[in-house]
């Protein structure tokens, strides 16, 4: 006979305990334990082997073998496809994850309505919005003639059976998972056995059917899709929409993917008619730089497998508080604090009562460790007031004893320069020996240590000095 049994579950990593406390033991989180009734069938008495079944023997397949390759078939997005590994794969789940109002839903519905204009079988499922919402966005983005169909509903029976219930449907999208419901549970809406039970239910549904499969995610203020933890395990493919309130710019970031490439990013530019491609991001994010300023470097890096030169600014000013401020967007501030101390220990430049901003231009979100040496420059160029070479890009690793260390895929990086008219690059000694053929007009600097690199900016900072008093 079943029987009712009363859980607690945190709302924020799915963590099951048997009583309830204030803090959740497994994420630290505060106030995040909710009771949870489910139903769990009673243990009936007996020998152990009565109750259980015996399983099937299941075919081993040995690892050498060919296995066609999944068939893909695009969105009429090119950036969007970049990201999920080039092109949609039948059967595939997909979560989308970002802040609230940074254009999740638009690019969905564009991504939907391009597909129902190919010809595709396509369905937008919203959970948050009416249909007449959905609407106005339709026609406010020019995607009112698209054959999507529209719906407005949060019950997770009659969504699947709508679902079900459409010949040669190709892709469908969940907007958003956070707010579909299951009347088998007892739990409200939004909880961690809901989205679970939700998101199952939804792909089981997509790989039995062969149909791609958007889940749009709420985030939490860490930056986390919002919900159990397992929830990034379920699905094919991760996918971050990053970007700041007051940019334009939006990044589009693959963090899990089973068909394609991670860390792979497509950059759009949020318009009046919506979200529209950056083909060469790399010329939007340095179109307003100015080459005369101290403090600006520009970094020629990788995300995922394009290169983008993207424009790092530092500033460097007496701070008027004992503890001087260290301010970081874009970046990694305890990199940024390992740079800090690199170049006190190793390059004897004092940031001591000095506050340090750093910025990466345009809202980009940098991981790579190559973009200390164009952090580096980009700090002392701040600290003497002197501007750096023009044309130039930086790139290199630092490590605590303040060498520059080797980085991949440099040759992939300088031909982005020189394609957008840099003449110079800096980089690591390693990397400028051992390039084959380098683009004929980029001149290679080659540092073998960050105290290189700072002796010959302050001695150019010195030599404008006496240059300015003789004049």
Request: aromatic share 4%; with cysteine; net charge neutral.
């Amino acid at each position: 006979m079943a029987r009712q049994s009363r859980e607690f579950t945190c709302q924020s990593c799915g963590a099951v305990s048997a009583k309830w406390a204030g803090r959740c033991d497994s994420c630290g989180g505060w106030n995040t334990i909710v009771e949870e009734v489910g139903s769990t069938s009673g243990i009936a008495a007996g020998p152990l082997k009565s109750r259980v079944s015996k399983g099937r023997v299941i075919d081993l397949q040995p690892l050498s073998g060919k296995d066609d390759e999944p068939e893909r078939f695009f969105s009429g997005i090119d950036e969007f496809d970049r990201v999920a590994g080039g092109g949609l794969v039948p059967g595939s789940a997909i979560m989308v994850g970002g802040d609230p109002g940074i254009g999740k839903s638009t690019l969905m519905l564009q991504v939907v309505a391009k597909l129902a204009k190919a010809g595709h079988v396509t369905t937008y499922i919203s959970g948050e919005e009416a249909i007449a919402q959905v609407r106005l966005r339709a026609e406010r983005l020019g995607l009112a003639d698209a054959t999507t169909g529209l719906a407005a509903e949060t019950n997770l029976s009659d969504i699947i059976a709508t679902l079900e219930a459409q010949p040669g449907l190709a892709a469908v999208v969940i907007d958003s998972i956070q707010t579909i419901w299951s009347s088998d549970l007892e739990a409200a809406p939004g909880t961690v056995s809901q989205v679970r039970s939700g998101a199952q239910a939804l792909i089981r549904f997509a790989k039995a059917k062969g149909v791609v499969l958007f889940l749009i995610g709420h985030v939490t203020k860490e930056g986390q899709i919002a919900g159990p933890r397992v929830l990034e395990h379920m699905v094919d493919t991760v996918l971050y929409f990053e970007g700041e309130r007051g940019h334009i710019f939006r990044i589009l970031r693959a963090v899990k993917n089973r068909f394609g490439p991670t860390d792979e990013i497509g950059v759009f530019e949020m318009t009046g008619a919506g979200l529209s491609e950056v083909s060469n991001p790399s010329e939007l994010f340095l179109s307003d730089r100015d080459e005369t300023s101290p403090g600006s470097a520009v970094y020629a890096g990788i995300e995922g497998t394009r290169p983008l030169l993207v424009e790092i600014q530092a500033l460097a000013v007496a701070s008027p508080l004992g503890t001087p401020r260290r301010a970081v967007i874009g970046w990694d501030s305890s990199r940024l604090a390992m740079i800090l101390a690199v170049l006190e220990a190793h390059c004897q430049l004092s940031f001591a009562g000095i506050d340090v901003y750093l910025n990466v231009a345009g809202g980009l979100k940098l991981n790579e460790p190559a973009a200390d040496l164009a952090v580096a420059a980009a700090l002392i160029s701040s600290l003497t007031a002197t501007p750096l070479p023009p044309r130039n890009v930086y790139f290199g690793e630092i490590s605590l004893a303040g060498a520059v260390r080797s980085i991949p895929r440099a040759e992939t990086r300088l031909k982005e320069a020189a394609k957008l008219g840099f003449k110079a690059a800096t980089l690591p000694m390693a990397n400028a020996e051992t390039i084959g053929k380098p683009p004929k007009s980029i001149t290679l600097n080659g540092v073998s240590g960050l105290a290189h690199l700072a002796s010959k900016l302050v001695s150019s900072s010195k030599q404008q000095q006496n240059q300015h008093e003789k004049n």
